[in-house]
């Protein structure tokens, strides 16, 4: 979208990755939001895109959060309950700042690809340059703004680089339909630097997937 264009989707302060996120989806689209938070995602989407929107939320304080707003979302644990989802039940699966803190992102994103017709995954780089800079002085698990927990109190459990997660598109056969590289001020990374920079100065990274026709 034009920088200099009318954006409604931009009237008040949102995460970053969320604006990408609605420039994606297209309007009135069935969208399922996996480990949806307190619902503010959903709640762009309803205002911008006006989707259909459902969410799942593994906390029970942020269910509650949700359904106070009034948006639509169940309990449940993105391992584990996406299975009893059919086939193309949604437009998109979104999965927003997540991946890292799942058991094993690979089925959850084979899940994605399977229960809509696109999946959508932003996360943390671990690539980024400023991790490898302080790993490397001082030994320890950074902090960062994209990663802001001590190790022993960290939600995440697999940790990977932009790298990694296009790596792992190409071994479950997902077309990466669109990417965009955030660099530490949540400035978009210039669509000509090659992969391998964007992997070292992106911060995060949001992710449009498809899976490939004719392919399981």
């Not at 009318?6 to 309007?27: C, F, G, Q, S, Y």
């Not at 911008?48 to 942020?62: K, L, M, P, W």
Request: with cysteine; charged share 20%.
């Amino acid at each position: 979208m034009d920088a200099q264009s009318p954006n409604p989707i931009a009237k008040r302060k949102r995460r970053v990755d969320h604006l990408l996120i609605a420039e994606m989806v297209t309007r009135k689209a069935r969208v399922l939001d996996v480990g949806c938070g307190d619902g503010d995602l959903l709640e762009l989407l309803a205002e911008a895109r006006d989707v259909d929107g459902r969410g799942v939320e593994i906390s029970r304080e942020g269910v509650n959060h949700c359904v106070a707003r009034g948006l639509s979302v169940i309990q449940g644990d993105a391992d584990t309950d996406l299975v009893t989802y059919p086939d193309g039940a949604f437009d998109y699966a979104i999965l927003s700042l997540t991946i890292q803190a799942t058991r094993n992102p690979r089925a959850v994103t084979e899940q994605l690809l399977r229960i809509a017709r696109h999946a959508i995954v932003s996360l943390p780089n671990f690539g980024h340059w400023a991790i490898r800079l302080r790993f490397l002085l001082n030994g320890q698990m950074p902090i960062t703004g994209s990663l802001p927990y001590s190790w022993y109190d960290s939600p995440n459990i697999h940790l990977c680089s932009i790298s990694d997660f296009v790596a792992l598109c190409g071994l479950i056969n997902a077309r990466i339909e669109r990417s965009v590289a955030l660099d530490g001020q949540g400035q978009r990374i210039g669509l000509g630097v090659p992969n391998f920079m964007q992997n070292m100065i992106g911060s995060q990274a949001v992710f449009l997937l498809t899976r490939e026709t004719g392919r399981r």
